[in-house]
């Protein structure tokens, strides 16, 4: 399987209409030109993902118009898009939301965030948090959904692991400052549960904070096949091969060695 991640600039200039549509163009293109089965966007890439008091303003229903040209842009390029996350209103809260569309246009699954950051404030408090974990069948494998900070708790990735994901796909807007945390993470959780995870974040400069780049591919025994600019607005394109994680399973069957039912003493 082919993917390409689209690490997409989220500077403050550009508007939300003009961002979708460039982005828009700029899936099919690289569809086209790549080759791709799997076209990848980040975290809140309409908005920005540290804007937080535009969230309520620049909010959309689920089938709203980034819903809705996201679809029509799957359907048009004929991939598997996940089209990173929206700050979606739902049922009088916002949820931080991301969309997977098949090659014709449906929606194959909504995620919403499981984890919201910024402790008492920010994304934490403005935002609802979701409740179920959520995969996506292709013909080729199972794809796992988390978003950014969900990228630091270790059993949503089990879970959806117990459910057969074999690629987790991470959409983020993560921070430059703890970008050695990023790339880390990414690691651990390919080697931990011995899949592919595409790790596919923002670049430039949203509402003061340096985004931290440098989307990352992880084959299932920890190398980094691919890894973009810290800075710039970049493509990486990357060939999956799916038997690798039923062959690293096998070769090094870590996961059968689990003791799920081992507590502390006194509980
Ligand atoms: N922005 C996030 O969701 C997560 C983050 O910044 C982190 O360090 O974790």
């Known amino acids: 399987m082919r993917a390409s991640l689209l690490q997409i600039a989220v500077d403050d200039d550009e508007s939300v209409i ?19 089965g799997l076209v990848v966007l980040p975290e809140l890439w309409t908005t920005g993902a540290f804007g937080y008091e535009a969230f309520a303003a620049e909010a959309e229903p689920l089938e709203g118009p980034t819903y809705e040209v996201m679809a029509e842009t799957a359907r048009a390029a004929g991939v598997w898009l996940h089209a990173g996350s929206i700050p ?23 995620y919403r965030k499981i984890h919201r950051f910024g402790f008492d404030k920010g994304e934490a408090v403005l935002m609802g948090a979701g409740h179920e974990l959520a995969t996506v069948r292709t013909p080729e494998t199972v794809l796992g959904l988390a978003t950014c900070y969900d990228l630091r708790f270790p059993e949503l990735f089990r879970g959806l692991v117990d459910a057969g994901a074999e690629v987790f796909v991470v959409p983020a807007g993560w921070p430059a400052r703890r970008r050695a945390h990023w790339s880390l993470l990414a690691r651990a959780r390919a080697v931990e549960d011995q899949v592919y995870v595409l790790a596919c974040g923002t670049a430039g400069t949203h509402a003061g904070v340096e985004q ?35 062959g690293t399973r096998e070769q090094f069957p870590a996961l059968k060695d689990r003791r799920l039912g081992v507590a502390a003493p006194g509980l």
Request: net charge negative; charged share 25%.
């Open 18 to 36: 003009s961002r979708r549509a460039r982005v828009s163009s700029l899936v099919r293109e690289v569809a086209e030109r790549e080759g791709s």
């Open 88 to 110: 979606e209103a739902g049922d009088g809260t916002l949820y931080n939301t991301s969309l997977v569309f098949s090659p014709s246009g449906e929606l194959a699954a909504a």
């Open 212 to 246: 931290a780049g440098a989307s990352v591919v992880v084959d299932p025994w920890g190398g980094v096949l691919a890894e973009a600019s810290p800075t710039r607005e970049a493509v990486l394109t990357v060939d999956l091969d799916l038997a690798k994680v039923a």
